[in-house]
């Protein structure tokens, strides 16, 4: 169809906009644009008390009431689109829409808009990225490459087809392609000359490149003219004057000189109120009248030297994302954009690599106190991110003591030099001649971090500097390192920096330490440590390796929870099934009211195993490993659950399986905090039991185990409790089996072992086979693990087991052939239990760690009907503790020692423990 795009209905243009969206956004609506207005405070500062910095300025604004040039003030609203958003003519069109319905909808008089334009960015039609196409033309040419012109004529065809559909036939389009061809006609005159000469100057190139702005913003001004707007382009290099900066890496505006320009190119264009103004981003020209560029982020520099010549009332970008993000969203998938920065918060972010404006494009705006938004063109509903000087008590952060952190950001690639010596200490002038040196050296020092001694000065430079850094220095300081005054200039590389930034810093007590805690937890450690008097940011150096889980940690420390945890679930049997569904029916009283964000990303059996990315739905658990569950892989289970953006791992272990026991070790290593009530572990060899306590001791990595003694009742914790407060421990018995327990509370005058036993497995109350109860090392173990917390180098071999399984039955495969064969033994426990009650007393299955003797035993004893241990009913466990303050009369922890929700509780209760060293309340 030859109907140009600019008179085609907006429902057509939606369509197509649907496939030439940027990422994954939505495509402009722009019937839904509303623009949001500064506040009133930050209005009546753009139009009342800006202060002019110079008598041209102050005339200047003096003419916004009226006579001749420039009419100024907060009545201005200042459009940067950049070049994702005028990429294509759907695109182009969206924005002149999004703009002319400003203007309809604002009162006469109130709003005046001036647009800033990049150059056209990637089309998903043809590819092509208007100044990468350029600046590769220029580089070919400077090659001597004669297909610099192939490159040109690219972004001439580009530009012609972009032109075509968007105006469509007519004058308009004739006009263009006119000044188009014009236009590259001189380019490829100056590609040739550059050809040539086999080099290009600044100025040739700034020339060749800037040029993509003056036809995306011819193209703008047509199309608004031809949907019925008044509109001008403005050629910002009639108007803008800068000098470059020392370093030559940006520019300068000139006020004075930019200011009279801006009042001639009104004079001289009679423009009228309601005229929109396309302005072209990027160029300008020098004092001397040679066209140039205003470097990296032009643009949006245009835009607001634009806003700070016209006093305007706000500047919006407009780009492909929604604001500034408190991460970067890539490594952070729960980062959230920002409603409202300082100018000084916005500065340390964009130092530190995140998305913002550059540093320099915020002093023009700053300099008048002018709101700058970053909106997103592909999603209007999204308020954006406001950056300016106004304060608020709405607070980013989920909770206000945590608000005094905005963001967070990273810089990878970086290496820590370390100059170190004795001599260094009270000489004046050692720093000086360091940074000095590296400064010839043409080394940026991205860091600095000095302790008060002067032993040692520590900064960060780039890592491909680091070489040349550490050879600067080390000529500098030859003689001092020969002598010893100077030890040594040490490199230490892959290393990144992680800035949090905030203005709220200051004001906030315990910032630092919630940084800090929140890394130690994740098992990072910390190289370097810099913050500033003015506590906009706590800037600290780690290992690259550990970039990701550190932003992430640190982040969701701030934003998500206090407490967040990635949970994995090994054996989802009885006990883990059970668990699993305490986890679902806690889970929104542990969030609201513990601030514990509790996170199920992997659950794995024996053979299948299901992963996600966010949580499981535990609802659905079972039907998920059945569905879109894959093979068993414990290796990738554990990277899975480690590699999360949730930077609190913990792997519950709800197996009785000494393969996965042998994974601990490896997943503390690893960061990985490791909760079980598998006993393998802690009753397996001394060495590994050792290797891991020891490992649990050196790192912030934690390992929790009630569950191995006395399912969810608080044996290994009180332990820990005596001992911890200076109590001596003597001795620690008790009835450790539940089984055993319910078998001989059951057993009364008349009834036999073994009508006991039968009774027993037909209640569920032993394992399939009875011999497993009976033998004894279930309770050995719990001994084994029980010595150990006591200091005592047991093994499992050191305990003397009295089994109840009679001998010539231990090794009856068939266990119907064991229980049929168990009554021919009743005799010896009937002698027992006579002997017993002669004496007044009753037969308990009892485990003993004797402290005192250092050993331990398991054993069947007799006590009197009076003891604390025959008072038991069903499957209960009883544990007493004599010791140094509890000798006259033991200390008794008593329970339901089995079953699967009091164990599964146990595990919870160490879960939560672990929170609780994690930063969660108590």
Not at 67 to 72: A, E, T, V, Y
Not at 410 to 419: C, F, G, L, P, R
Not at 717 to 731: C, I, M, P, Q, S
Request: with cysteine; proline share 4%; aromatic share 6%.
């Amino acid at each position: 169809s030859m109907t140009p795009l600019s008179q085609r209905p907006l429902d057509a243009r939606r369509g197509k906009q649907t496939n030439t969206r940027c990422r994954t956004h939505r495509p402009v609506r722009a019937a839904s644009y509303r623009p949001r207005a500064p506040s009133a405070a930050g209005a009546a500062r753009a139009t009342t008390t800006a202060k002019p910095d110079s008598a041209a300025q102050l005339k200047a604004s003096e003419r916004a009431a009226g006579s001749s040039g420039c009419p100024r003030g907060g009545s201005w609203r200042v459009h940067k689109f950049g070049g994702t958003c005028v990429g294509s003519p759907e695109r182009i069109l969206a924005a002149a829409d999004l703009v002319r319905q400003q203007l309809v909808e604002d009162k006469p008089g109130q709003n005046r808009v001036l647009m800033v334009v990049s150059a056209m960015g990637t089309d998903p039609k043809t590819g092509v990225k208007t100044t990468d196409a350029l600046l590769k033309a220029v580089e070919l040419a400077s090659k001597q490459d004669p297909a610099s012109s192939d490159a040109l004529e690219e972004v001439r065809q580009k530009h012609i087809q972009s032109a075509t559909e968007l105006l469509g036939p007519g004058e308009a389009l004739d006009t263009f392609l006119k000044v188009l061809d014009r236009d590259c006609e001189d380019l490829n005159a100056m590609l040739r000359a550059i050809r040539i000469s086999g080099s290009a100057t600044d100025a040739f190139s700034d020339f060749v490149v800037g040029h993509g702005e003056l036809w995306s913003a011819q193209m703008m001004c047509a199309a608004l003219r031809m949907k019925g707007a008044k509109a001008l382009w403005m050629d910002a290099r009639d108007v803008l004057v800068v000098v470059p900066t020392s370093d030559n890496n940006s520019v300068d505006i000139k006020y004075r000189l930019s200011n009279e320009n801006l009042d001639k190119w009104f004079d001289q264009h009679g423009v009228e109120e309601d005229t929109i103004i396309v302005a072209t981003g990027f160029v300008a020209r020098d004092p001397s009248g040679t066209p140039t560029t205003l470097k990296r982020n032009g643009s949006d520099y245009s835009a607001t030297i634009m806003g700070a010549l016209l006093l305007a009332g706000s500047i919006t970008i407009w780009t492909d994302v929604n604001g500034v993000y408190s991460a970067d969203p890539r490594k952070v998938s729960e980062a959230v954009s920002l409603v409202q920065l300082s100018y000084h918060e916005a500065w340390e972010l964009s130092y530190f690599g995140a998305n913002v404006l550059h540093p320099r494009t915020t002093l023009p705006a700053m300099k008048y106190n002018i709101p700058v938004i970053i909106r997103n063109f592909f999603d209007l509903d999204n308020p954006g991110t406001q950056i300016s000087n106004f304060q608020t008590e709405e607070m980013d952060c989920r909770k206000a003591g945590q608000a005094a952190v905005k963001g967070f950001a990273t810089i990878d690639d970086v290496a820590v030099i370390s100059v170190e010596g004795t001599g260094m200490v009270g000489v004046p002038g050692t720093a000086s001649a360091i940074f000095s040196t590296l400064r010839d050296a043409n080394v940026n020092v991205v860091m600095i971090s000095q302790a008060s001694s002067e032993h040692s000065v520590c900064f960060c430079v780039k890592g491909a500097d680091a070489p040349i850094a550490k050879q600067a220095l080390a000529k500098k300081f030859e003689s001092a390192l020969a002598s010893g005054r100077i030890s040594k200039v040490e490199v230490i590389p892959d290393c990144t920096i992680l800035a949090a930034v905030g203005q709220g810093m200051c004001a906030r007590r315990g910032v630092s330490e919630t940084l800090f805690s929140a890394l130690a937890n994740a098992g990072i450690n910390i190289k370097a440590i810099a913050q500033g008097s003015s506590e906009y940011n706590i800037t600290i150096v780690i290992d690259s390796a550990d970039s990701v889980r550190a932003l992430r940690a640190v982040h969701s420390r701030f934003y998500l929870s206090e407490t967040p945890l990635a949970v994995g679930v090994v054996g989802p049997g009885l006990i883990g099934q059970t668990l699993l569904k305490q986890f679902e029916e806690q889970r929104n009283v542990l969030r609201e009211e513990y601030n514990i964000d509790l996170r199920v990303l992997g659950i794995a059996s024996t053979a299948r195993m299901v992963l996600s990315d966010t949580g499981i739905d535990l609802e659905r658990w079972s039907e998920e490993m059945d569905s879109r569950g894959e093979d068993a892989d414990m290796q990738k289970f554990t990277r899975h659950v480690h590699a999360s953006h949730v930077p609190n791992a913990v792997i519950i272990d709800c197996t009785a399986s000494e393969v996965v026991s042998d994974y601990y070790a490896k997943w503390m290593e690893d960061g990985i905090h490791v909760v079980t009530p598998n006993k393998k572990l802690n009753s397996g060899p001394l060495a590994r039991y050792k290797a891991v306590k020891e490992l649990q001791k050196k790192s912030y990595t934690h390992f929790f185990y009630e569950g191995t003694v006395g399912a969810g009742l608080p044996i290994i914790a009180t332990l820990k409790g005596l001992r911890e407060t200076g109590d001596k421990v003597n001795k620690v018995e008790g009835i450790f089996s539940g089984t055993l327990s319910y078998l001989f509370n059951t057993m009364k005058p008349g009834m036999s072992f073994s009508e006991a036993v039968a009774d027993a497995k037909s209640n569920g109350y032993t394992e399939p086979d009875p011999r497993d109860d009976l033998a004894g090392m279930d309770v050995a173990r719990k001994v084994v693990i029980l010595a150990r917390e006591c200091g005592l180098d047991l093994e499992l071999s050191d305990i003397p087991v009295e089994s109840l399984v009679p001998e010539p039955l231990r090794n009856v495969e068939d266990v119907d052939e064991f229980m049929a064969k168990l009554p021919e033994y009743d005799t010896d426990m009937e002698a027992k239990m006579s002997e017993a009650s002669a004496r007044g007393e009753c037969l308990r299955y009892i485990g003993t760690v004797d402290v005192a003797n250092r050993c331990g035993r398991v054993e069947l004893q007799s006590f009197p009907a009076s003891h604390p241990f025959t008072q038991l009913t069903g499957s209960d466990n009883i544990i007493s503790f004599t010791t140094a303050r509890y000798k006259a009369q033991p200390l008794i922890v008593r329970g339901p020692g089995a079953g699967a929700e009091v164990t599964a509780a146990g595990v919870f209760s160490d879960l939560l423990r672990l929170a609780a060293h994690l930063g969660a309340p108590s």
